[in-house]
């Protein structure tokens, strides 16, 4: 797997975006998008012959920018929409870690 050039289109994502459920789901999606490719970055990586260092750092670096963008989102949602984003965050929080502690 070589270098992707950033493939997951996080910026530009607000109060003024978040207008509707279908927006925060497709948001959600390409979150989950973000934390598959972050799991399969942390498996490679546990491996004998473990992937490209380069992919594995560009799946954190992928994984914070959704983060902030999540960060954002909660900041103007309803409380619905906040409860739910708010679990998400959580998950992303976990993988963090893990990937962190290369677990």
């Known amino acids: 797997m070589g270098r992707k050039n950033n493939r997951y289109k996080t910026e530009g994502r607000g109060a003024e975006n978040l207008t509707n459920y279908n927006q925060m789901d497709q948001f959600i999606t390409e979150i989950r998008t973000v934390m598959e490719e ?56 976990q993988l963090q870690n893990r990937m962190i502690l290369g677990m």
């Open 38 to 93: 972050a799991e399969t970055q942390l498996d490679n990586s546990r491996r004998v012959n473990p992937g490209d260092p380069a992919d594995f750092a560009d799946a954190q670096r992928h994984l914070q920018e959704v983060h902030l963008e999540l960060e954002k989102m909660i900041r103007s949602a309803n409380p619905e929409q906040r409860d739910q984003l708010i679990r998400v965050e959580q998950q992303i929080h």
